[in-house]
């Protein structure tokens, strides 16, 4: 079963809950991530501008406005697009790099995840009372920004814990192990050129510059790299692939 992308992904959760919406505010907090627009241009083409379409191309999310104007934005790893239907904590803003406020008073925002408060008691808190699977509750964009399907695969290995597992039933060590892990692979990810995993497997791109090495994703059938046994896929948690072993993974 072929991966959708992470993009699409987004696409079609922010969607339906955006178009035809207006948007009355928009803030920038920094310009770093700013490509060809500067920002007063882009706050002053968003502001009581309406999102007619959202789309994907490619990697990158297009947010088609009523001006006829595209935000083009590339969610990539690093970031997440979310629309929030109340107001979003200052816990969930502090990270926003974009924030803009819609007509009827929901928000939208775009947020990247390797921030500094991102502790192991932060994170235990976003995900403690969950009882689903702990692998689909990390890669709820509510909960935690920019991790998706291959990042879960494996930070869930380098933690050593079951997919599977019911995420109330996760004691402090294995969210400590798992909030570590998360980090590092996103890390590794983000300083391997920005350039997506997805690309590495493809061989699209300049494959020399990789770094980032998938021990269980796209792996089945192949040996565990810590205990030589088979790694496994299977589709029941989430419908897309999970790969993990069995052995070290309980
Ligand atoms: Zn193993």
């Known amino acids: 079963m072929p991966e959708l992308p992470e993009v699409e992904t987004i696409v079609r959760e922010i969607g339906p809950r955006l178009e035809g919406h207006?948007?009355?505010?928009?803030?920038l907090k920094k310009t770093d991530v700013l490509r060809r627009v500067?920002?007063?241009?882009?706050l002053r083409t968003l502001t009581g501008n309406a999102v007619e379409e959202v789309s994907r191309r490619a990697k990158h999310a297009v947010l088609?406005?009523?001006?006829g104007h595209r935000l083009v934005v590339q969610p990539r790893m690093t970031g997440s697009l979310i629309?929030?239907?109340?107001?979003?904590t200052k816990e969930e803003?502090?990270?926003?790099v974009l924030t803009c406020t819609l007509?009827?008073?929901r928000f939208f925002l775009y947020r990247e995840p390797l921030e500094e408060t991102f502790t192991p008691f932060v994170f235990a808190e976003r995900l403690q009372g969950t009882r689903a699977a702990v692998k689909k509750a990390i890669m709820d964009q509510r909960r935690l920004a920019g991790v998706g399907n291959i990042y879960a695969n494996e930070a869930l290995f380098e933690a050593r814990i079951d997919p599977s597992k019911r995420t109330h039933k996760l004691s402090?060590?294995?969210f400590a192990r798992l909030h570590a892990a998360i980090r590092d692979v996103l890390e590794?990810?983000?300083?391997?050129?920005?350039?997506?995993?997805?690309?590495?497997?493809?061989?699209?791109g300049e494959r020399g510059r990789f770094q980032f090495e998938l021990k269980v994703y796209g792996r089945a059938g192949e040996p565990c790299v810590r205990c030589g046994k088979k790694l496994v896929t299977t589709h029941t948690i989430d419908l897309r692939a999970t790969t993990f072993c069995p052995n070290c993974q309980r």
């Open 188 to 204: 590794r990810a983000v300083n391997s050129s920005g350039t997506t995993i997805r690309d590495y497997r493809t061989g699209v």
């Open 172 to 174: 402090l060590d294995e």
């Open 22 to 27: 207006k948007i009355v505010r928009a803030r």
């Open 103 to 105: 007509e009827d008073g």
């Open 93 to 96: 803003t502090k990270y926003a």
């Open 64 to 67: 088609r406005l009523a001006s």
């Open 38 to 42: 500067s920002k007063p241009r882009l």
């Open 83 to 88: 629309v929030y239907d109340r107001r979003p």
